[in-house]
């Protein structure tokens, strides 16, 4: 089957090509898909080994820990070494990590692990994102990472409910599934996959420019352009860690006493709602910028995380959670992907992979911080202070997109269009003269 396509860009192909089926939103599915069936094994295994919440919510913290270590070394290797071979190096890491889960026979063997699986979890990312980004018209990202996202979603679909069923076996079936399926994700993209940017500016199409030092990138990050950008980032991700890394799940095992398999039923649920969603926003974001489903999408999250501060101020039942969750499922959908979409726009072609490595670091500091953040308020003043906290840490990513953050979608546009301009004046003067 491999004979019948050459070796491509991984983005290079049309949105809905069979290439990018194979290269881009397979290896999307199948990582999804052993990644959701470990999601309700998870808590449950965390507290297997009598840990309080608190302490149990480090399984979250010691995996963004290690997706946060990763992110400048492996913008830094995306560069050095090309974005092929790290495409390969993180699902091998998290397939790695994800058998010595199984086999783990203490909590803080379980952390390592954890960490581990955070490390080939971002190497990945990072590379399949730089390739995206390589290779990508501007008009069609928004698609082809809401397609991404997609996929993952649709992998997200049967993999809880799956590890639920697992679970009943053994708590640790889940974890060797993901491996194996990790192992998987990879075998198209080597045979099918060439490198996206062989070369310092072939990146971007012009073989004369010349590549962009550390010292110049950093220097352009730190003006008004990338500030509120990076600014917008690290709230939003603050608020995703919570929503979106596992601490609603592990919310609903403590107090409500949740199990994996209704863990697992309650994450396919939302999953359904999300995907068709999820494909919208992305042409929505191609169609009109990108700013149209980031804006409302933030503020509706921030009323989802609002109503369940209420909740459990109120300690209302389990179904009132349900529905706040679902909403949150739902909202989230709206700017799935959206970030990474923004961040691919305004990458620089001649250090893209550090640009990533350096915006992916602050991504990750937020993500990590916000489930540590949730626990320790939820320990101390509640579960509704630390939904509050964080219903206030949506609204503020709304407002920092809406007034801080330039629209891509329309710069480029207008950037065309200035260039026309001037050669119609230069035209005319030709003829007065």
Known sequence: MFKLFRAKNIATDGVLSPFQLLTLYFPGFILALGYSIATPAVPVFAKSFNTGFGVASLVLVMHGLGEMIATVPTGFFVDRFGRRPMLFVGPLLTAAASFLIAVSTSFPELLVYRFIEGLGSEVWRQARLAM?????????????????????????????????????????????????????????????????????????GTKQEAPLGTAALLKSMLTPRYLGFFTAQFFASTTRGVLWGGTLLLYATYAYGAGAQLLGGLATVGTVVGIPITFAAGYLMDRFGRKVTMVPGFLLIALGVFYLAVSAAWSWSLLTFLGGFLWIQATGSITAGSMQVLGADMAPAAGRGRFFGFWRLINQVGALISPACFAFIAERQGYSAAFVLFGFSALVTALLLAFTVTETVQTERTAKIAPAKGREVEAAATKTS
């Open 132 to 204: 995206i980004a390589d290779a990508s018209k501007t008009r069609e990202r928004g698609r082809q990472m809401s397609g991404m996202i997609g996929t993952e979603r649709a992998g997200k679909l049967i993999g809880p409910a799956l590890g639920g069923l697992f679970a009943l076996s053994s708590i640790r079936l889940p974890f060797i599934a993901y491996g194996m399926l990790a192992f998987l994700a990879i075998v198209p993209s080597f045979f099918l996959v060439r490198e996206s940017a062989p070369g310092w500016g072939k990146a971007s």
